[in-house]
């Protein structure tokens, strides 16, 4: 493990999508922060729908968890029919998750608008988490550097060097979301060659201190069985979970095993 990996928090994420009724998502957070212990370590995040954001950010013990939302908006007020802001999650959330993959490909959300939304968070006291990642054909072209590149690079434009440590990476290969079989999970060696080129490329941008301060999560088909793996991965400081999220057996599952790899 390098030394980063030790030194740095690590964070488990759970990304619950468009699941659980207000009252369902209470009552399962009430069963996570029953079951989870505090650590000073692992920083545990949840990120429930937006309608369920405001209840729970009154119900949930900070000590043990954290909350993010799925994705915001980045103008502050005005005329955008449904949309949520930044500046209206400010003291609900700790946290976004900016730039998903499903944001990207179903809701189009533009490479603007991710670089937009990653400075608006950072402006209402929101870490970002910046997703990036490879298409399956992206990758079969040999565009995956490319791509994830210019996503990581568009996606920190307008970050200032003073905020740049407080940004996440999630690197989320979108050929090894939600995969029912193993040949489309990634190995941990795919994992460890992507992530060394996010620090290299961090690295030659900013510099290696903000390269290694900079946290980088591994998200895609994360399950308790593989969980272990990724997270020993050099230069991996966490996960970002969808479907195993929202199983609280594995959720917590997950969270052991982090404790014990940090341990
Ligand atoms: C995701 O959608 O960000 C994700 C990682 O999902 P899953 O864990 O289900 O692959």
Same mark, same amino acid.
């Given at each position: #493990? ?5 030194? #740095? ?8 999508? #468009? ?64 949309? @949520? ?136 088909? @994360? ?41």
């Amino acid at each position: #493990m390098a030394w980063y990996n030790i030194l #740095m928090k690590s964070y488990i994420v759970g990304n619950w999508k #468009m699941n659980f009724a207000v009252g369902e998502s209470s009552v399962y957070l009430h069963k996570l922060t029953e079951r989870i212990r505090a650590s000073r370590d692992l920083e545990i995040v949840v990120a429930p729908s937006a309608i369920a954001l405001q209840p729970l950010s009154l119900q949930i013990d900070r000590k043990k968890l954290r909350l993010a939302a799925q994705t915001a908006n980045p103008h502050d007020f005005g005329a955008y029919t449904g949309e @949520v802001s930044f500046a209206q999650l400010r003291g609900l959330v700790d946290y976004c998750i900016i730039g998903h993959s499903e944001r990207r490909q179903l809701f189009h959300e533009s490479d603007k608008q991710v670089r937009l939304a990653v400075a608006a968070a950072l402006r209402n006291n929101i870490t970002p988490i910046l997703c990036i990642g490879e298409t399956s054909t992206e990758r079969t072209f040999g565009e995956t550097s490319d791509v994830v590149r210019d996503q990581l690079l568009g996606g920190l434009s307008e970050v200032s060097a003073e905020d740049i440590n407080k940004v996440i990476i999630a690197y989320e290969p979108i050929w090894a979301i939600s995969s029912t079989t193993d040949a489309h999970i990634a190995t941990p060696d795919e994992v460890a060659e992507i992530v060394t080129f996010i620090r290299r490329t961090l690295t030659d941008t900013y510099s290696s201190s903000i390269a290694e301060a900079i946290p980088i999560l591994y998200g895609g088909s @994360v399950k308790p069985t593989n969980a272990g793996a990724y997270l020993t991965v050099p230069g991996v400081n966490g996960l970002l979970i969808g479907g195993a999220s929202l199983i609280a057996d594995q959720f917590i599952d997950i969270i052991d095993t982090a404790k014990k790899v940090i341990s």
